[in-house]
């Protein structure tokens, strides 16, 4: 009989599978995206963050990890609460790089992995670092979220496999068998957070199921998971407070959820919330994103893209909790922010904004946090990123917080971070029905569709962010009306764009749509304002704080480095004028900066910076000074 019904199931997943592959997801969905990712394989950078990405494949997702040790906590059982979430990220990242490169090395290195995990799904459906007497347990959930989310990503991007799809609905049943309305336990009476730094419960990790739990339902139509998915955000988030009711209200990120405003969890919590926005269409949600968007930006993102600290308002939460940090990010009394994962999550969480409202301003987002504080984090050998990543003093640690294997560091940032760098060929060029939209100033290649329904490609030239100078040209088998979008930087204040030499009028901060019949090898020149800027430090709670000034290059946060400076934090004055200052270009030293300055100072003199992603003080235990103290504590920006 048990043969009879694993049969049947299997003949259900198949002809799931044949559906899923046949179909459009977004039939499904009551809202579509505004634009859209370009398909798999139709991106090819060159450069910039084309050799960061080739780094973290080859050191990383192809080198160091050790798959099969995160596969047997499942097999076996696992040390530490919460590692069972090493896996899963590591095979998402690795199934989005392949999303991008096709790489036949990696994929066996994926199928692999995953043929492991699925070898130890339990008799009762879960695959679980945990016994099936002891189901549920503190932070299992967050476990199986991200065991759901590696097999979703590698399904939908590597091997459409009907075996994966069946493990999928197998442990999502076995959830749906645990979690719920009593007499099961609530998802919001089951995790780990806060209560393991002495505060009343808050346990968000546990709700963030709803995105794998949407993601399923859009693939099986089921509608016990879009049920499960309703009750979780019924339930409200966490154990206190509702999430979603306070991102309504426009609570500040910092307030919604008492002791732990756990920043990482609750953006994942919502990303779900963005998935089921597509599905039941309410408008209410959508504010809920639009607020929590808007509030985390502007409150929260700090000068390099990213977000989270430990003081002053929680300080027992290790840099991963919301704290006001955008005004805060100078505090002295910080000593550790803006967790890797934090950064990673605000990038996935932007891309889903993008796509829903087709705003620029999220694309600004994503472009500083990309620059500077997400190759800022990563290991320069490319295997492993910092946990935090600090604007004065130790940018990054070698060791981090976690577990080692075999010596190697394994944190759930380690395992993160080239999520992000993934994502950046995901964004930097999209399409929409009205034609293609570019965000990300990297040189490669693009493929698109037009809305005429042919095939067409793009192609960028530039060096940038070593100079604003942009070169697009246009490749089409047969030429056609149709609507190029431009990211215009909030930053570039004086931008020229022309097409085949005639100019077109553009503003800062918003898309250019340039609308014409367009021919093949039409091109468009852009060059965007890359002059120095000087901004002051924001005026936090700490008045230590207050007397600090950075400067920008471009979207480039810029540094001094103790490696090139032994006085890398003495106070200056800069000599700026109306907010920007001549700096001299040179070439970086020995090849170690991808960007080097001569800045002046008031009085003549000068002093070196790089960009922030370039200052390396992995385990040789220099220092790095983003804010500038101001001498004689004078602001000198006029």
């Known amino acids: 009989m048990k043969r009879i019904t694993s049969i049947i199931r299997l003949i259900t997943v198949v002809v799931l599978t044949v559906l899923v592959s046949c179909s459009n997801p977004g039939k499904k ?48 059982g696992r040390p530490q609460f919460a590692l069972g979430e090493m896996w899963g990220k590591a095979v998402r990242s690795g199934s989005m790089f392949y999303r991008y490169t096709n790489d036949p090395e990696l994929r066996q290195i994926l199928e692999t992995t995953v043929n492991d995990l699925l070898s130890t799904q339990r ?15 503190e932070s299992e959930l967050w476990e199986r979220k991200y065991v759901m989310l590696g097999l979703e990503e590698y399904y939908e991007w590597v091997n459409p496999d009907p075996k994966v799809l069946d493990a ?13 309305p009593a007499p099961k336990t609530e998802i919001t009476d089951i995790g780990w957070s806060a209560t393991n730094i002495g505060h009343e419960a808050c346990h968000i990790e546990s ?45 500040n990120p910092w307030e919604m959820s008492g002791h732990y405003p756990k920043a990482y969890e609750m953006m994942s919590l919502f990303e779900g919330l963005a998935e089921y926005y597509r599905v ?38 290790y840099g991963e909790a919301w704290g006001n940090t955008a005004l805060e990010q100078t505090n002295p009394d910080i000593t550790r ?4 994962c934090v950064g990673v999550t605000w990038m996935k969480f932007c891309s889903q904004l993008l796509r829903l409202t087709g705003d620029p301003s999220v694309a600004d987002y994503i472009e500083k946090y990309a620059y500077n504080g997400l190759i800022g984090a990563m290991k320069p050998t490319g295997d492993g990123f910092s946990y935090v990543n ?12 976690g577990w080692k294997f075999d010596s190697l560091q394994v944190t759930c940032c380690n395992l993160n971070g080239p999520m992000g760098l993934a994502y950046i060929p995901y964004v930097a060029v999209m399409n929409s029905d009205n034609g293609p939209v570019i965000n990300l100033y990297n040189q490669g290649d693009f493929d698109f569709e037009t809305p005429g329904k042919r095939a067409g490609s793009i192609t960028i030239n530039t060096d940038y962010p070593v100079s604003g100078k942009i070169q697009i040209q246009l490749h089409l088998k047969k030429s056609e009306s149709f609507t190029i979008r431009l990211r215009i930087p909030e930053w570039s204040e004086t931008t020229t764009v022309s097409v085949n030499n005639e100019p077109i009028e553009v503003s800062p901060g918003s898309y250019a749509e340039i609308n014409r019949k367009w021919e093949t090898d039409d091109s468009i020149d852009l060059e965007l304002d890359m002059r120095c800027r000087v901004i002051d430090a924001p005026r936090g709670s700490n008045r230590a704080g207050d007397n600090f000034q950075a400067v920008l290059y471009g979207p480039v946060v810029l540094a001094r480095d103790e490696n090139i400076e032994s006085n890398y934090n003495e106070p200056v004055r800069l000599a700026s004028e109306k907010g920007f200052i001549n700096a001299l270009q040179q070439q970086p030293i020995n ?17 070196t910076l790089i960009d922030y992603a370039s200052v390396n003080n992995w385990g040789n235990d220099m220092h790095v000074c983003t804010w500038l103290p101001i001498k004689e504590n004078e602001s000198n920006v006029k």
């Open 29 to 76: 969905e009551a809202v579509q995206d505004v634009i859209y990712p370009l398909p798999a394989g139709a991106v090819k950078l060159e450069g910039f963050f084309e050799n960061y990405i080739q780094h973290s494949i080859d050191h990383w997702n192809k080198g160091d990890l050790p798959y099969d040790q995160f596969a047997d906590f499942f097999r076996n």
């Open 123 to 137: 008799e009762n459906g879960s695959i679980s670092c945990v016994a099936i007497e002891n189901q549920p347990e």
């Open 168 to 180: 999928l609905v197998r442990q999502a049943d076995n959830i749906l068998s645990l979690i719920g």
């Open 207 to 251: 709700s963030t199921l709803l995105e794998p739990f949407m993601r399923l339902y859009k693939w099986t139509g089921e509608k016990r998971f879009l049920d499960f998915a309703t009750y979780i955000i019924d339930a409200g988030g966490t154990k206190h407070y509702n999430l979603f009711e306070n991102a309504l209200n426009n609570v």
């Open 280 to 317: 039941i269409g309410n408008p209410q949600h959508k504010e809920m994103l639009l607020n929590m968007f808007h509030n985390i930006g502007t409150k929260e993102i700090t000068i390099i893209g990213n977000g989270g600290s430990d003081q002053p308002y929680h300080p027992y939460v």
């Open 337 to 340: 922010m803006m967790e890797t």
């Open 390 to 401: 600090l604007l004065n003093g130790s940018k990054v640690t070698d060791e981090g917080w």
């Open 591 to 607: 090849g170690r900066s991808n960007l080097q300055f001569s800045v002046p100072l008031q009085g003549g003199e000068y002093i």
